[in-house]
């Protein structure tokens, strides 16, 4: 049989068993929990199985050591400790490794690999029971005379399966093949539970066994060839010499089991039995609730999907232009648009929910990373998560798991003190971390928030000024100095660490957001702490967008980005000869930026008091863009330009229309960069600098720090 074509199912279904062997692990640092410890075992046992059936014998040998030691701690021959934990956390990273290798033709650290297979050996020598050491060394020391006595011995077997047995992938021959290797064996079926022909589902298990196994063989040596099934199945074992089974034999046979009791009770001379079976499902035929597809055939119907939206667009403009007339037909005509109007938006948000996957894919990372750097830090802090079922597109979910480990990180090493300073503070000495997610206005908004040391500002602002980034004649607000720390290359660090101070991370955190169509702020109190807030688009299939005129043409403002649109009025603009010009808003000036002139359109208005200004914000700065009128809002369909066209800098894709017309879509940031080129940093400080010195009370404090870089 070709496994081949199942290996991507095997392979998600290791990962999913080790983030849910690793997140048990960690559970387990707050104390025993049999349960915990119960599904760590099964997953353990499921890739074990799994590795083993398509040939990866590297992966299956490790596995069955760990299996092995998971399987003491929940029979309670050991007890959970710290040192046990880890060397199960570093198996699991390991053993992610090797899985990992199979995906990309890797090899995992063979001497990594080998230094923990024999820790975990050492660590279950250690741990023998002294009764099973003396009956090791009783079977070593034997006599010829014992050893033939014990030869003379039998084991008799008694195996009800589950009737999933088969559809779990689980072969009986195997089993009993692996018995033949061990000894003399000897298998009877019981067939007595099988159905008329007409009734058989060659998919159910309906079948028992008993087999009486003869040789020098220890019981445990049965129950490994038993591991497979073990939980799905009754199995009995009981040890008898010669005698007692030629007694057995001339006995009257036992009455044969009827369909009415197929599971009785084993009798109380049964040495050692596995745990219970787990219930027999409802339904043999029952269907699974879900299916698996690759993320390419969902990504292709949405784009399908996404053309159809368009579709019906421009069959809504042209149908209200036909029914312009009036009448039967045209009302009839309407109204099967509205409906396919409607039909199409339900299929458009069910088709981008297939996409949505919790956040906890990406915050599930994270117990481990702060127990691991606490650790190694000597702090102690409580993580907590709240909103980890909330949803996001896995587009997005992919690209913020790096910026949210640069901010945990942070967090750490920079916001949360050791217990001794925080026991000096009056705080607690364990920190408190929290994760959260919700959604907000159509974004999903994460925070990032400690009650740490929170941001110097003084320090901040001192070595914004070293590296001429900011003026030090200037005045700058609190929230200002706080996002400083986004520039390239900035860092307060005394020292450079394996963890911070090279001055790379928060202003890739920042490009990475913004790519995504994002935010990212920050948020402090000296002394209390700090919360960093992202703010991100729930897809990045479909847009919330405003429509802008242009002369001829339509552009799209994402609706995130936008914080106001007002009619400009004559007594807050502001111009000095050869430099930008600024416009009044909300006591501070913000400089006019001319799409017209800035795109290269032709068309457009020229005078300023005959169009309208939209107030953006973008990398905590505000600017104004001028445009001729406001169409409306709606959300469009993305079309990557650069897949289709070349990449254009202020313009992050396009979208079609419901007449055809092809719209950009503007990039917010990369046009307020844009406009930076065309005005000197030096110039256009310039003419805030002296607007703020005419008008005293007019602030300049959302505008960008580069901008003073250059005075």
């Not at 650069?642 to 055809?660: M, R, Y």
């Amino acid at each position: 049989m070709d496994l081949s074509e199942f290996l991507d199912v095997f392979l998600e279904e290791c990962f999913e068993g080790l983030e849910a062997m690793e997140s048990g692990l960690l559970h387990l640092d707050e104390g025993t929990d049999l349960e915990e410890i119960n599904t760590i075992f099964r997953a353990a046992h499921s890739i074990k199985g799994g590795s083993a059936a398509f040939g990866f014998d590297h992966i299956s040998k490790f596995t069955h050591v760990m299996e092995t030691l998971l399987d003491e701690l929940r029979n309670g021959s050991r007890q959970v400790d710290k040192q046990i934990v880890d060397l199960l956390l570093a198996s699991v990273d390991i053993l992610r490794e090797m899985v990992e290798g199979l995906k990309t033709e890797d090899t995992p650290d063979e001497a990594r690999v080998a230094e923990l297979k024999t820790a975990l050996e050492a660590a279950l020598e250690g741990s023998e029971p002294a009764v099973n050491t003396e009956q090791n060394v009783q079977a070593d020391t034997a006599t010829p005379e014992a050893r033939t006595e014990a030869e003379s011995a039998r084991w008799q077997i008694r195996f009800i399966p589950c009737p999933d047995l088969y559809r779990e992938g689980n072969d009986p021959l195997r089993i009993f093949e692996a018995l033949a290797e061990l000894g003399q064996l000897k298998v009877q079926t019981d067939t007595s539970n099988l159905p008329p022909l007409s009734e058989l589902d060659p998919a159910t298990c309906h079948l028992r066994w008993e087999a009486t196994l003869e040789g020098m063989v220890a019981e445990e040596q049965i129950h490994e060839a038993f591991s497979w099934v073990e939980g799905d199945c009754e199995l009995e074992i009981e040890q008898t010499d010669i005698a007692q089974e030629n007694a057995r034999k001339e006995a009257p046979a036992p009455v044969v089991e009827t369909k009415s009791d197929p599971k009785p009770t084993p009798p109380p001379s049964v040495a050692k039995a596995t745990p219970a079976a787990k219930p027999a499902k409802a339904s043999a035929n029952r269907e699974s609730g879900s299916i698996r597809v690759s993320i390419e055939k969902v990504d292709l119907l949405i784009n399908l999907v996404g053309e159809l939206v368009i579709t019906q667009s421009m069959l809504n403009q042209a149908g209200l232009n036909q029914a312009q007339g009036g009448g039967p037909t045209a009302e009839a005509l309407l109204n099967g648009l509205a409906q396919l109007g409607r039909n199409t938006r339900e299929l458009q948000e069910n088709m981008l929910q297939l996409r949505m996957l919790p956040i906890n894919v990406a915050f599930s990372r994270f117990p481990r990373l702060v127990r691991d750097l606490c650790g190694k830090m000597g702090k102690k802090v409580d993580l907590v998560l709240s909103g980890e079922q909330t949803e996001v597109d896995k587009t997005v979910l992919e690209k913020i798991g790096d910026p949210l480990v640069h901010l945990v990180r942070n967090s750490l090493d920079h916001g949360l003190e050791i217990p001794e300073v925080r026991a000096a503070a009056g705080k607690p000495e364990q920190g408190r971390l929290e994760l959260s997610a919700q959604h907000e206005s159509g974004n999903i908004v994460i925070r990032i928030s400690d009650d740490g040391a929170g941001l110097n500002r003084e320090k901040i602002l001192q070595k914004a000024i070293e590296n001429g980034l900011v003026n030090d004649k200037e005045e700058l607000s609190e929230e200002r100095i706080d996002n400083l720390i986004f520039q390239p290359g900035f860092s307060t660090a005394d020292k450079v660490s394996d963890l911070s101070g090279r001055g790379v991370g928060m202003d890739v955190v920042k490009r990475n957001i913004n790519d995504l169509g994002g935010t990212v702020s920050i948020h402090s109190r000296e002394g209390e702490g700090s919360t960093v807030v992202i703010r991100l688009p729930l897809t990045l299939a479909i847009l919330d967008g405003q429509l802008a005129s242009i002369g001829q043409d339509t552009y799209i403002l994402p609706l995130i980005s936008i914080v106001e649109s007002l009619q400009i009025r004559h007594e807050n603009l502001s111009s000095v000869a050869g430099s930008a010009e600024l416009y009044r808003f909300r006591e501070e000036y913000i400089p006019i930026i001319r799409l017209n002139s800035l795109l290269g359109n032709d068309g457009g208005i020229d005078s300023l008091e005959d169009g309208l200004l939209v107030v953006v914000e973008a990398e905590g700065q505000l600017a104004g863009l001028f445009v001729d009128r406001l169409q409306g809002q709606q959300q469009v369909v993305i079309k990557s330009l650069e897949t289709n066209f070349q990449q254009l800098e202020g313009v992050s894709g396009a979208t079609i229309l419901g007449d055809g017309r092809v719209a950009l879509i503007l990039d917010i940031p990369g046009l307020i960069h844009l406009f930076h080129k065309k005005f000197s940093e030096k110039t256009l400080h310039a003419s805030l600098e002296e607007m703020r010195l005419k008008d005293a009370p007019i602030k300049t404090r959302n505008q960008p720090a580069a901008l003073t870089a250059a005075s």
